[in-house]
Nanobody, 119 residues
Framework: QVRLVESGGGLVQAGGSLRLSCAAS????????MGWFRQAPGKDRDIVAR????????VYADSVRGRFTISRDNAKNTVYLQMNSLKPEDTAVYYC????????????WGQGTQVTVSS
């Protein structure tokens, strides 16, 4: 029902910045929460950040707090992940996901975008 498309991934050197975007299809984008996840080679998929429907509440994984910022533009049906001070350990496939019921259960997922941080 909800289609999510990530973009903005790429190759960046350690200490650099990258901004990911996730465009959502459909209506009522401003009624549900969104999250960013990542999966590194050989590891589980972990949550990176979450943002409420209005953008008023944000939470971050300990590993990215202070370096990453999640935001959304409901007029554009888009959620962003600004990544600063990138480290090689940030290398992963990054996914956006939608929590339609606002229950911390993510119902829809994007295809992912690769982020590679070189040292």
């Amino acid at each position: 029902q909800v289609r999510l498309v990530e973009s903005g991934g790429g190759l960046v050197q350690a200490g650099g910045s990258l901004r990911l975007s996730c465009a959502a299809s459909g209506r009522a984008f401003d009624s549900y929460a969104m999250g960013w996840f990542r999966q590194a080679p050989g590891k589980d998929r972990d949550i990176v950040a979450r943002i409420t429907s209005s953008g008023g509440r944000k939470v971050y994984a300990d590993s990215v707090r202070g370096r990453f910022t999640i935001s959304r533009d409901n007029a554009k049906n888009t959620v962003y992940l600004q990544m600063n001070s990138l480290k090689p350990e940030d290398t992963a496939v990054y996914y956006c996901a939608a929590d339609i019921g606002n229950t911390l259960v993510y119902n829809y997922w994007g295809q992912g975008t690769q982020v590679t941080v070189s040292s």
